[in-house]
């Protein structure tokens, strides 16, 4: 698998660090109880298009990667800032 | 009172005979890691005279400032200009890192079977970061069969014998 | 079979090489495979099969040989399933037949054979389910002991094996006219190609036919091809190199046999495992000859005729008296090519009507039997409702071509049904940007080999966005393929499909009536394709035979799924470089030299080696100088590297609000000059890491983090800043490398000190500053994790050899000196301070009682979910003292607690002991441990229960803090 790092380009997945999906960019307010419930625990698993979070550990950089779970397409890697 | 005396980390090393190119240690050099702020990359462009973009290497007077990571650079050599921490965070990193230059025709061919990027897309003056197996690196290409690998101080053994 | 006088374009004739098969001295020339120089010595029979032990002989010339599996004594081992077919020959080899016993010839377990009746399949499912109480006594071990073809060498000290990386614009895979063709066009238009091609020898089905390209022999046209390939800079040719596997991204998997065939390798690897990544890929694998089912098909002797006209032409083996039996008209023209060219072909059979313009006699029919004990000697016909038995050393089968379309299917796709070549063809873009060529895509001339290589190049050549001009094709034949089917020959006897593993027509027909319909519950129940060759010449015939007895249709009852690897690959070669020193990174601290000399042994830490303990004569075992070093540091004082902290340095006019937020406590208040111990929490409130942080001047603070937890800790910083406040000014840099650190502590601590930097700066505890340490500016740290007056004093790596050297001499000369992980483990647990051992992922800051540092004036990262109810409260494990209430008497990490009154079942368990030690301090074993509601418990005895060490005790639960819990040793 090959994942591109808005930085360095496409790499071997050896070079990333996995994170979860894209659901951690977005934290909800602090008493927003259910919200935090939602944000730490429910994934929709979906079949097909996905983001979800990528440590390029060489560089530092965060990707966000879309890909798709049934083709195993990678579709995109953006920066954080341009992701949420 | 004592006066500390310095050690080096690659003299007593013995440096594996490689084919087809040579592999030296480099001799320590001041190296200033840059980070430019949020906002601050014109700015410090201006003040500094350039800055590297990913993968590239900028040559001013005697300094080169390579490309070594998510904003971020590292200064090789002579001293950088006074007011830059208005712009950007400095770190001295010169006790960090060592180098070596692998040097020769095959010098490309070897580290192309070791690394696991395209080293094919690195033209020279270029730099990347990536690792060799699980041991981070910067890699510099400074001729198409010149390179300087640089790794993490406690980890040259580990380096050397993947080589 | 024997060696032709002539001939064998492999072969160079004039090095005669010496080799050993089952004991026996046999000679063959260089150039020979092992089945090559076998077949030309007279050996047929060279192995048996799995189940039945039935005599086995070379049946094919490459990589797919479900027979030839041998063992090789290789590097002082002897290496099973190897395949006779892909080990080149050389000077000394040494192979013996596997799965027999005493001998090939005379093996008991062909018993087994006898039995056939009761062993069919589902044999091993219907016997041995019950009763089950047999199982782990009685059949699996019989089963291990009868199970498996060969054995495995029993020493773990493999030769070097090494892997490798390479990244192409076009990767071919498949030397034969396709990739040939298709390798040219790209190459001559500037592309980086890889050609991979399993053989020793490029060429591919070119070297053993005799197809004629542009007027003259094939192979002529090869090898300008190649000579042209070979000058091109920007071409890599790589023989002896099987593509086992299309993974994501244009990943594959190839294993390259770098020294199997030579005498002495040395350190040579003997195998590369490549990893090619290529932008585009042509696959240009050819087709698999299939064999026919028909009764005693699996005499040695019987062959692929394909196989046997490659044994010809390259090598030069002569198959004597040959009866071929084929359905489709390549059979047939290459009959006719073979006995052209000498070979002694007595006859040729086919189901459909054969013309009789030939030189041999001709039959319509099947065959329908073998004889010959040990290899065949007659080959008997059915024709026109007659039986004919006709004499013969050789039946050649020709059940027609399968496309070597495994790779294309390798990412789940699914191959589609021609017809016409009654095959499976692969379909478009199976594999992103994989094309297939030649006879792997069902073409099967010549012309169209060279056509679909050349045409599939251009279209590379376009994804790429190179151009050239599409090349002027060499002439050469277009002749159509006719095929009739025949799946199996129905008569009297025993027909094999899978020869390796002994599955039988009986067999799968018996699978179907039995329920298995499915082609994959029919693999799993006949074991039918799971042998090494994974039934590449049996599963279409499986299939096929599945469907007759379904009375569904090929297409219907489809294929089984396509997996990596296409061909065996060792685990060494899939482990090259990834064992011993080079599992992982070693980092030695600027101390590592010293320590060593000093004689401590070094115990791993994450990465790092650190020392256990410096031993001293006279020492009864490694207690009595950790007794030692942990004394000198509560009477003396010690030294100790604690280089390998993570330290990050953190800067930024937004550097204090950023600490604030990864913080649970407030970092924004301390002042210049002070350190602060610091928690962080993970999002879901949980622990992750703990450290301290030291604000060095105003927009510049120094955080450390455990050893283990600095990647992880750089990560979630790196993180927290780039999702949440990437518009702060705020930067982090890892100087865990740049300085060397050490710990200088004990109640002599400010005199070792005093004695270094002559003037000692007035630090009060949790305070830092810079000074000069012989000349070089260092940085100071008031802080203790023993529990006494202590400092860490750091300076630039460099220096940091020379600073461990002056500091323990240092405390040498005042009574105390170097102490180790075990010291230090000591000093901390007496202190009741945590670590990774109580910090392990599942802990809140309130388990550990730490809930004061939780601040309720601001957000932080993990606030809310540290909140939640169940995070907090007496059902929760906290973190307690164990004193054992007997000192003497040792209590061990990873033991659980239960009341004294209950048995050690988890469902009474109390919590557990996450670390130990015994203090020389206190004269006691003490612990620390995580206890359901342990902080109201103080006081109450529990029962440790460590059942793997078999040791039990009563232990007191306490105050974690043993020693001097108002804290006045390292304060005032
Ligand atoms: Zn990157």
Redesign the interface.
Same mark, same amino acid.
């Given at each position: 698998m090959r994942l591109p790092c808005p930085?360095?380009?496409?790499?071997?997945l050896?070079?990333f660090t996995y994170k979860g999906a894209a659901d951690a960019l977005h934290r909800p307010a602090p008493d927003d109880a259910s919200g935090w419930d939602d944000h730490l625990h429910n994934r929709t698993n979906p079949a097909g298009e996905t983001r979800d979070l990528w440590y390029h550990?060489?560089?530092?950089?965060w990707v966000c990667v879309t890909r798709d779970t049934v083709t195993h397409a990678v579709i995109s890697g953006v920066p954080l800032e341009g992701a949420r | 009172?004592? /006066?500390? /005396?310095?050690?080096?980390?690659v003299a007593q090393l013995r440096l594996p005979t490689l084919t087809g190119c040579t592999l030296r240690a480099l001799p +320590?050099v001041r190296i200033t #890691?840059i !980070?430019p702020?949020? =906002?601050?990359m014109d700015a410090l462009r201006a003040h500094l005279g350039g800055f590297p973009a990913? $993968?590239e290497v900028v040559t001013l007077q005697g300094t080169d400032l390579v490309w070594a $990571?998510?904003? %971020?650079a590292f200064a090789f050599g002579a001293d950088l200009p006074d007011g830059l921490d208005a712009f950007?965070?400095?770190?001295?990193? #010169?006790? =960090?890192?060592c180098g070596f230059a692998l040097e020769g025709a095959g010098a490309g061919a070897l580290l192309?079977?070791? %690394?696991?990027?395209? %080293?094919?897309?690195m033209t020279a003056p270029a730099s !990347?970061?990536?690792?060799l197996?699980? %041991? +981070?690196?910067l890699v510099v290409r400074r001729s198409s069969d010149r390179f300087e690998i640089w790794v993490?101080? #406690?980890?040259v053994?580990? !380096?050397l014998?993947?080589l | 079979m024997k060696r032709r006088d002539t001939g064998g374009s492999a072969l160079n004739r004039a090095r005669k090489l010496g080799f050993s098969f089952d004991g026996r001295a046999l000679t063959g020339v260089e150039g020979d495979t092992l089945a090559s120089s076998l077949l030309a010595n007279g050996v047929r029979l060279c192995g048996r099969s799995f189940k039945y032990h039935r005599p086995r002989g070379v049946m094919t010339a490459g990589s797919e040989e479900p027979n030839a599996l041998m063992e090789v004594l290789r590097d002082g081992a002897w290496h099973p399933n190897i395949r006779a077919t892909m080990q080149e020959l050389h000077q000394g080899l040494n192979a013996r037949a596997q799965n027999c016993w005493p001998s090939v010839q005379c093996d008991v377990m062909a018993v087994n054979d006898l039995l056939s009746p009761f062993l069919g399949a589902g044999f091993y499912y219907k016997t041995f389910m019950w009763p089950r109480a047999f199982w782990e006594g009685l059949y699996e071990p019989l089963i291990r002991r009868a199970a498996g073809l060969g054995r495995l060498p029993q020493s773990h000290q493999g030769a070097p094996h090494e892997k490798?990386?390479?990244?192409c614009d076009l990767l071919v895979i498949g030397s034969g006219p396709a990739g040939l063709m298709a390798a040219l066009v790209a190459a001559k238009a500037g592309a980086?190609v890889i050609l991979c091609e399993e053989d020793r020898q490029m060429g591919g089905r070119i070297l053993s036919d005799m197809a004629q390209i542009d007027g003259g022999a094939g192979a002529d046209w090869a090898a300008g091809v190649l000579a042209e390939l070979e000058s091109l800079p920007n071409v890599r040719l790589m023989p002896r190199t099987s593509v086992f596997g299309a993974y994501d991204g244009g990943v594959y998997g190839a294993l390259e046999r770098v020294s199997l065939h030579m005498t002495a390798p040395g350190r040579t690897p003997r195998e590369c495992y490549w990893?090619i990544?290529a932008k585009r890929t042509i696959l240009a694998t050819g087709a698999l000859e299939r064999p026919i089912a028909h009764p005693d098909n699996d005499r040695p002797g019987t062959m692929l005729l394909g196989a046997i006209a490659s044994y010809w032409h390259r090598f030069a083996v002569d198959p004597g008296r040959v009866v071929v039996f084929g359905n489709n008209d390549h059979a047939l023209a290459k009959a006719r090519a073979l006995a052209a060219d000498g070979m002694d072909i007595r006859a040729y059979i086919d189901p459909r009507e054969v013309s009789a313009d030939t030189p041999f006699k001709t039959y319509q029919g099947e065959v329908i039997g073998t004889r010959g004990r040990h290899g065949l000697h007659s080959v008997t016909l059915r024709h026109q409702g007659r039986e004919i038995r006709l004499d013969a050393d050789t039946l050649a089968l020709s059940g027609g071509w399968n496309p070597s379309l495994h790779l294309a299917c390798h990412m789940n796709g699914r191959p589609v049904w021609d017809e016409g070549i009654a095959a499976f063809v692969p379909r478009d873009a199976m594999v992103p940007g994989l094309q297939v060529v030649g006879a792997a895509a069902g073409i099967f001339s010549t012309h169209g080999a060279l056509d679909s290589g050349a045409r599939a190049a251009m279209q590379a050549l376009d994804a790429l966005g190179m151009h050239a001009t599409p090349p002027d094709l060499p002439q050469s034949e277009d002749t159509p393929y006719a095929i009739t089917p025949l799946w199996q020959v129905q008569a009297r006897g025993r027909a094999w499909l899978d020869f390796a593993n002994d599955v039988t027509t009986k067999d799968v027909a018996q699978a179907a009536r039995e329920g298995f319909v499915s082609v994959e519950h029919m693999k799993r129940y006949t074991t039918q394709g799971m042998a090494p060759d994974q039934g590449k010449s049996s599963n279409m015939g499986a299939l096929a035979v599945l469907a007759d007895a379904t009375g569904g249709s090929i297409p219907g009852t489809g294929t089984t799924t396509f997996r990596p690897p296409f061909v065996p690959v060792s685990i060494a070669a899939l482990g090259a470089?990834g064992y011993g020193?080079?599992f992982? *990174?070693?980092?030695?601290?600027?101390s590592d030299a010293q320590t060593r000399k000093m004689g401590a042994p070094m115990i791993e830490a994450g990465l790092?080696y650190r020392p256990s303990h410096f031993p001293r004569a006279g020492d009864r075992d490694w207690r009595c100088a950790c007794n030692r070093e942990t004394l000198h540091v509560r009477h003396a004082v010690g030294v100790c590297d604690v280089s390998t902290l993570g330290k990050i340095?953190v800067?930024? *006019?937004d550097a204090a609000r950023f600490l604030d937020f990864v913080y649970t406590n407030t970092m924004s208040s301390l002042k210049p000059g002070r350190v602060r111990y610091g928690l962080m929490l993970r999002e879901d409130g949980h622990v992750m890491d703990d450290g301290t942080c030291a604000r060095l001047s105003g927009q510049h603070f120094l955080i450390t983090t455990t050893t283990a937890a600095a990647g992880e800790v750089m990560r979630h910083l790196d993180f927290v800043q780039?999702a949440y406040c990437?518009?702060?000014?705020?930067?982090l840099?890892?100087?865990?490398?740049?300085?060397a650190q050490c710990t200088i502590a004990g109640p002599l601590a400010d005199e070792l000190l005093g004695h270094?930097l002559?003037d000692l700066p007035d630090l009060p505890f949790m305070g830092c500053a810079p000074v000069t340490?012989?000349?070089?500016d260092a940085r100071l740290f008031r802080i203790s994790f023993s529990g006494e007056r202590g400092y860490e004093l750091a300076? *630039?790596?460099?220096?940091?050899?020379?600073?461990y050297r002056?500091l323990v001499a240092l405390a040498e000369g005042l009574g105390g000196g170097a102490y180790g992980m075990e010291a230090l483990n000591v000093l901390r647990i007496e202190k009741g301070f945590v670590t990774h051992a109580e910090i392990d992922g599942r802990v809140t800051a309130f388990d550990l009682g730490l809930q004061g540092m939780l601040s309720q004036k601001k957000d932080f990262i993990g606030r809310a979910a540290s909140q939640r109810p169940r995070l907090t409260g007496p059902t929760r494990l906290q973190l307690v003292g164990l004193r054992a209430v007997d000192p003497q008497s040792e209590i061990t990490a990873g033991a659980h607690l239960y009341p004294g009154d209950k048995p050690a079942k988890a469902a009474y368990g109390q919590g557990h002991v996450t670390s130990v030690c015994y203090s020389p301090t206190l004269d006691s074993w003490l612990g620390l441990a995580l206890v359901e509601n342990g902080r109201a418990r103080h006081g109450e005895t529990l029962r440790l229960d460590d059942g793997l060490r078999g040791i039990r005790a009563d232990v007191e639960i306490c105050n974690p803090v043993f020693f001097d819990p108002e804290g006045g040793r390292m304060r005032d």
């Amino acid at each position: 698998m090959r994942l591109p790092c808005p930085c360095c380009g496409w790499r071997d997945l050896r070079e990333f660090t996995y994170k979860g999906a894209a659901d951690a960019l977005h934290r909800p307010a602090p008493d927003d109880a259910s919200g935090w419930d939602d944000h730490l625990h429910n994934r929709t698993n979906p079949a097909g298009e996905t983001r979800d979070l990528w440590y390029h550990d060489p560089c530092g950089t965060w990707v966000c990667v879309t890909r798709d779970t049934v083709t195993h397409a990678v579709i995109s890697g953006v920066p954080l800032e341009g992701a949420r | 009172m004592i /006066k500390l /005396k310095e050690t080096s980390a690659v003299a007593q090393l013995r440096l594996p005979t490689l084919t087809g190119c040579t592999l030296r240690a480099l001799p +320590p050099v001041r190296i200033t #890691s840059i !980070a430019p702020y949020p =906002g601050q990359m014109d700015a410090l462009r201006a003040h500094l005279g350039g800055f590297p973009a990913p $993968g590239e290497v900028v040559t001013l007077q005697g300094t080169d400032l390579v490309w070594a $990571g998510r904003d %971020l650079a590292f200064a090789f050599g002579a001293d950088l200009p006074d007011g830059l921490d208005a712009f950007c965070a400095l770190c001295d990193q #010169s006790d =960090g890192w060592c180098g070596f230059a692998l040097e020769g025709a095959g010098a490309g061919a070897l580290l192309a079977r070791r %690394l696991p990027f395209d %080293l094919r897309e690195m033209t020279a003056p270029a730099s !990347a970061r990536s690792v060799l197996d699980h %041991l +981070p690196v910067l890699v510099v290409r400074r001729s198409s069969d010149r390179f300087e690998i640089w790794v993490w101080r #406690s980890m040259v053994q580990s !380096a050397l014998a993947r080589l | 079979m024997k060696r032709r006088d002539t001939g064998g374009s492999a072969l160079n004739r004039a090095r005669k090489l010496g080799f050993s098969f089952d004991g026996r001295a046999l000679t063959g020339v260089e150039g020979d495979t092992l089945a090559s120089s076998l077949l030309a010595n007279g050996v047929r029979l060279c192995g048996r099969s799995f189940k039945y032990h039935r005599p086995r002989g070379v049946m094919t010339a490459g990589s797919e040989e479900p027979n030839a599996l041998m063992e090789v004594l290789r590097d002082g081992a002897w290496h099973p399933n190897i395949r006779a077919t892909m080990q080149e020959l050389h000077q000394g080899l040494n192979a013996r037949a596997q799965n027999c016993w005493p001998s090939v010839q005379c093996d008991v377990m062909a018993v087994n054979d006898l039995l056939s009746p009761f062993l069919g399949a589902g044999f091993y499912y219907k016997t041995f389910m019950w009763p089950r109480a047999f199982w782990e006594g009685l059949y699996e071990p019989l089963i291990r002991r009868a199970a498996g073809l060969g054995r495995l060498p029993q020493s773990h000290q493999g030769a070097p094996h090494e892997k490798a990386f390479a990244f192409c614009d076009l990767l071919v895979i498949g030397s034969g006219p396709a990739g040939l063709m298709a390798a040219l066009v790209a190459a001559k238009a500037g592309a980086d190609v890889i050609l991979c091609e399993e053989d020793r020898q490029m060429g591919g089905r070119i070297l053993s036919d005799m197809a004629q390209i542009d007027g003259g022999a094939g192979a002529d046209w090869a090898a300008g091809v190649l000579a042209e390939l070979e000058s091109l800079p920007n071409v890599r040719l790589m023989p002896r190199t099987s593509v086992f596997g299309a993974y994501d991204g244009g990943v594959y998997g190839a294993l390259e046999r770098v020294s199997l065939h030579m005498t002495a390798p040395g350190r040579t690897p003997r195998e590369c495992y490549w990893r090619i990544t290529a932008k585009r890929t042509i696959l240009a694998t050819g087709a698999l000859e299939r064999p026919i089912a028909h009764p005693d098909n699996d005499r040695p002797g019987t062959m692929l005729l394909g196989a046997i006209a490659s044994y010809w032409h390259r090598f030069a083996v002569d198959p004597g008296r040959v009866v071929v039996f084929g359905n489709n008209d390549h059979a047939l023209a290459k009959a006719r090519a073979l006995a052209a060219d000498g070979m002694d072909i007595r006859a040729y059979i086919d189901p459909r009507e054969v013309s009789a313009d030939t030189p041999f006699k001709t039959y319509q029919g099947e065959v329908i039997g073998t004889r010959g004990r040990h290899g065949l000697h007659s080959v008997t016909l059915r024709h026109q409702g007659r039986e004919i038995r006709l004499d013969a050393d050789t039946l050649a089968l020709s059940g027609g071509w399968n496309p070597s379309l495994h790779l294309a299917c390798h990412m789940n796709g699914r191959p589609v049904w021609d017809e016409g070549i009654a095959a499976f063809v692969p379909r478009d873009a199976m594999v992103p940007g994989l094309q297939v060529v030649g006879a792997a895509a069902g073409i099967f001339s010549t012309h169209g080999a060279l056509d679909s290589g050349a045409r599939a190049a251009m279209q590379a050549l376009d994804a790429l966005g190179m151009h050239a001009t599409p090349p002027d094709l060499p002439q050469s034949e277009d002749t159509p393929y006719a095929i009739t089917p025949l799946w199996q020959v129905q008569a009297r006897g025993r027909a094999w499909l899978d020869f390796a593993n002994d599955v039988t027509t009986k067999d799968v027909a018996q699978a179907a009536r039995e329920g298995f319909v499915s082609v994959e519950h029919m693999k799993r129940y006949t074991t039918q394709g799971m042998a090494p060759d994974q039934g590449k010449s049996s599963n279409m015939g499986a299939l096929a035979v599945l469907a007759d007895a379904t009375g569904g249709s090929i297409p219907g009852t489809g294929t089984t799924t396509f997996r990596p690897p296409f061909v065996p690959v060792s685990i060494a070669a899939l482990g090259a470089g990834g064992y011993g020193p080079s599992f992982a *990174p070693q980092r030695f601290t600027t101390s590592d030299a010293q320590t060593r000399k000093m004689g401590a042994p070094m115990i791993e830490a994450g990465l790092w080696y650190r020392p256990s303990h410096f031993p001293r004569a006279g020492d009864r075992d490694w207690r009595c100088a950790c007794n030692r070093e942990t004394l000198h540091v509560r009477h003396a004082v010690g030294v100790c590297d604690v280089s390998t902290l993570g330290k990050i340095d953190v800067q930024g *006019p937004d550097a204090a609000r950023f600490l604030d937020f990864v913080y649970t406590n407030t970092m924004s208040s301390l002042k210049p000059g002070r350190v602060r111990y610091g928690l962080m929490l993970r999002e879901d409130g949980h622990v992750m890491d703990d450290g301290t942080c030291a604000r060095l001047s105003g927009q510049h603070f120094l955080i450390t983090t455990t050893t283990a937890a600095a990647g992880e800790v750089m990560r979630h910083l790196d993180f927290v800043q780039q999702a949440y406040c990437a518009d702060w000014a705020v930067r982090l840099i890892s100087v865990t490398e740049a300085w060397a650190q050490c710990t200088i502590a004990g109640p002599l601590a400010d005199e070792l000190l005093g004695h270094l930097l002559g003037d000692l700066p007035d630090l009060p505890f949790m305070g830092c500053a810079p000074v000069t340490v012989g000349g070089v500016d260092a940085r100071l740290f008031r802080i203790s994790f023993s529990g006494e007056r202590g400092y860490e004093l750091a300076v *630039p790596a460099r220096y940091g050899a020379d600073l461990y050297r002056h500091l323990v001499a240092l405390a040498e000369g005042l009574g105390g000196g170097a102490y180790g992980m075990e010291a230090l483990n000591v000093l901390r647990i007496e202190k009741g301070f945590v670590t990774h051992a109580e910090i392990d992922g599942r802990v809140t800051a309130f388990d550990l009682g730490l809930q004061g540092m939780l601040s309720q004036k601001k957000d932080f990262i993990g606030r809310a979910a540290s909140q939640r109810p169940r995070l907090t409260g007496p059902t929760r494990l906290q973190l307690v003292g164990l004193r054992a209430v007997d000192p003497q008497s040792e209590i061990t990490a990873g033991a659980h607690l239960y009341p004294g009154d209950k048995p050690a079942k988890a469902a009474y368990g109390q919590g557990h002991v996450t670390s130990v030690c015994y203090s020389p301090t206190l004269d006691s074993w003490l612990g620390l441990a995580l206890v359901e509601n342990g902080r109201a418990r103080h006081g109450e005895t529990l029962r440790l229960d460590d059942g793997l060490r078999g040791i039990r005790a009563d232990v007191e639960i306490c105050n974690p803090v043993f020693f001097d819990p108002e804290g006045g040793r390292m304060r005032d």
